[in-house]
């Protein structure tokens, strides 16, 4: 017959402290409570993932809307161009992302552009606007002074009529926003060709009565608030050139600009769009520019 083992010993009390005769009952009972449950094993952890676990307090979603806007800030600090099949989509867009007074200026205010005018750069390729809060405008400018050695003199636009009537003040060389893969050469000739081309005959590049003087080539990078889109932060890469012209009018002049979102396939809503009829020049002293 085999031996019965022997019973198991009863449970430590050594955990447990004795009351001394001086403390009072409420006090002895919560520090008994405290050691009782300080040195109790802790449960182990879940072995099932986290992700599936269902929290019955709301998240904080404004944290994670300040959080994400910063990520996507720096992850987006190239440029980007979002998809927009249309001026209203382009509107949704930039609403939460703008202050609402400036952005209803737009086309309101004297000598602004309104959110068809943006869509259409955006859709042509002229503008990139980077996903970020307030957005930024990033456009390739080319800028060409044309010169009259002679006498010293270079030719800038004063001012601009607009189609719905608006004058808006310019001052300064005759500019224009680049296409898509366009050449800074290819640039000159068009903007010459859009802007001055009721008055000048545009010859070949490299022939005819324009010459691109070798060397004057700068580029500059401007960064400030639009003053087409009120609110808008702007990046403007400059491309700036000389240029030579011959047959341009020696006293101030005016041109037409007729083709001015001419030839574009969205022309539903050209009309929406404000675009400049006239342009008005005058020669000034090269050393004022």
């Known amino acids: 017959m085999s031996a019965v083992p022997p019973p198991p010993p009863p449970p430590s009390n050594a955990h447990l402290i004795k009351k001394p005769a001086s403390l009072p ?47 996507t800030q720096s992850r987006n600090s190239q440029r980007l161009a979002p998809v927009f099949s249309t001026p209203q989509s382009l509107s949704d867009w930039l609403k939460p992302r703008m202050s609402a ?65 608006v ?31 009721s008055v000048l005959k545009i010859g070949i590049p490299g022939l005819g009565n324009v010459k691109i003087i070798p060397g004057s080539y700068m580029k500059e990078v401007e960064e400030r608030v639009s003053a087409s889109y009120p609110g808008l932060p702007a990046c403007y890469v400059l491309h700036k050139v000389d240029t030579e012209v011959e047959g341009l009018p020696e006293d101030d002049f005016c041109t037409e600009e007729t083709s001015e979102y001419v030839g574009l396939d969205h022309t539903s809503w050209v009309d929406f769009a404000v675009s400049c009829k006239k342009h008005y020049w005058k020669w000034v002293n090269y050393d004022s520019v």
């Open 167 to 197: 004058v808006r003040d310019r001052h300064r060389p005759l500019s224009e926003k680049m296409k898509p893969g366009e050449s800074i050469e290819a640039a000159v000739y068009r903007a010459l060709r859009e802007e001055l081309g």
């Open 25 to 71: 009952d409420a006090i002895f009972t919560a520090l008994s409570l405290f050691v009782i449950f300080s040195t109790s094993p802790k449960p182990a952890s879940p072995s099932f993932p986290l992700n599936n676990v269902k929290f019955s307090s709301p998240l904080n979603h404004r944290k994670i809307q300040k959080m994400t806007s910063r990520t």
């Open 101 to 165: 007074d400036l952005f209803g200026a737009w086309g309101v205010k004297p000598g602004t552009k309104n959110v068809h005018n943006l869509w259409l750069e955006i859709t042509e390729g002229e503008t990139f606007l980077a996903d970020s809060t307030p957005p930024v405008r990033t456009v390739e400018v080319v800028i060409v002074r044309i010169i009259r050695s002679d006498k010293n003199k270079t030719l800038i636009e004063s001012h601009q009529e607009l189609s719905n009537g």
